[in-house]
């Protein structure tokens, strides 16, 4: 019988992957938290960014590396699809990364509301 696709498994496998990743770096996790929280509140009003920007900024701000290369995704992704659902962002379009770990995928481009 072939695989079949389920929107609400596959949402509930993503985000037990999420939270599985995460597990452990609690230190890393609150840096990355203050890091971001701070980054976004300073962004002007119809500023629009990619969610590897977020990389950026942390490490910017002296963040060490995860113990795993996925909690950078796995912890943008919480903050974007929070600032979402609160209606703090919007995607505005469509962009590429620009990381060379990135290998310049697509990816969907945000922008500030408020």
Known sequence: MPDQFNLFE???KRDSGIEIVL???ELWKN???DIISKWFSLLPIGYEFVGERLRA???A???EHPHHHNCWGAAASGFIRGWLKENRIVVSGVGQTTSVKSHA???R???KLF
């Open 23 to 25: 597990t452990g770096s």
């Open 31 to 33: 840096n990355y938290k």
């Open 10 to 12: 596959s949402r509930i």
């Open 105 to 107: 995928h697509s990816v």
């Open 61 to 63: 701000n002296g963040i």
């Open 109 to 111: 481009v945000y922008k």
């Open 57 to 59: 900024e942390a490490l």
